[in-house]
């Protein structure tokens, strides 16, 4: 299994505290079966202040610890990107992270309240080349009353990652109930762990892999934490990555759209887009001004 999003190198935000506390993370992760596991520190204004230049040195220095110490863990530099107005330009610049300096970029709002300008910064993203993916949607407190938008994002080309500790109950009933009804519908793309620890929020991908696979099955859950986390990797383009599979049952008309579900209909991004200014990039912009638009 490959790990997305989790806080693991040490001392840099609110996970590992310090280098023990992120070998005994490794080791856990080892121990669930991930082999692959992208390093994603946040980058908060004015509560985390790390770039890319800082978690690049420290993947490396973590890399090289566990290589000295026999761990077989490979890791991968990415961030766990708050949204800002000007995310296109600092990942231009490189003070933001996409994942394995891929398009594809982990992005997460605000826990408490929707910004106003949510959509408008994932279109930004979207019309660049890149592909945000939204972190654990399902542990949002303004999901419900904002689900509308997130279908509207998923819809236009934006990637979910839900948390594989949600699906367990961890975070709570509501938590558990949007990270289930989204892999019904057919909204996830990725199982994560965001794990801190080794104890309290620690590596339980491997647990979150069979509870999905309940619910979508073993197929959906193998895409679900390899599939797309390794194409991810790659770098390959949407296109050419397996769609979420989706119950028949909770298609619905949503925001005057046909009933197709969410896999339905043409994708909208070419075959081999790349990041900023890549090739038909632009000729989907009037298509997603539509699809956030509502």
């Keep these: 299994m490959i790990d997305l999003h989790c806080h693991i190198l040490p001392g840099i935000d609110d996970g590992a505290p310090d280098l023990p506390a992120a070998l005994d993370m490794a080791r856990a992760f080892v121990a669930d079966g991930v082999s692959v596991v992208a390093c994603t520190p946040h980058i908060v204004p004015g509560l985390y202040h790390n770039t890319g230049p800082g978690i ?20 991968v530099p990415g961030a766990d990107n708050h949204v800002t107005p000007d995310c296109v330009a600092k990942l231009g610049t490189g003070e933001l992270l996409a994942l394995a300096d891929s398009r594809y970029v982990l992005i997460e709002p605000p826990h408490h309240v929707a910004p106003q300008r949510l959509e408008t910064v994932f279109f930004d993203l979207l019309t660049a080349g890149y592909v945000p993916i939204l972190t ?9 009353a904002q689900y509308t938008a997130i279908q509207r994002l998923a819809r236009a080309g934006v990637w979910m990652q839900i948390t594989a500790g949600s699906l367990a109950g961890a975070f709570g009933s509501g938590a558990q109930y949007w990270a289930e009804r989204m892999l019904d519908e057919g909204w996830v793309q ?14 339980d991908l491997g647990r979150g892999r069979a509870l999905a696979a309940r619910r979508v099955g073993e197929q959906e859950a193998r895409h679900l934490v390899l599939t797309r986390p390794s194409a991810v990797l790659d770098n390959l383009a949407p296109a050419e990555v397996p769609r979420p599979v989706h119950d028949d049952r909770f298609s619905e008309v949503t925001d005057g759209e046909a009933r197709s579900g969410p896999t339905g209909g043409d994708p909208i991004w070419p075959r081999r887009a790349s ?14 001004r539509r699809l956030l638009a509502g």
């Design 56 to 75: 690049r040195r420290a993947v490396a220095g973590l890399q090289s610890e566990l290589d000295r110490e026999g761990i077989p863990l490979r890791l």
């Design 136 to 144: 654990h949607p399902e542990r949002l407190r303004w999901i419900e």
């Design 190 to 203: 990725v199982l994560a762990t965001d794990a801190h620890d080794a104890r309290r929020r620690h590596p």
């Design 275 to 288: 990041p900023a200014g890549a090739g038909g990039v632009r000729g989907i912009a009037g298509r997603l």
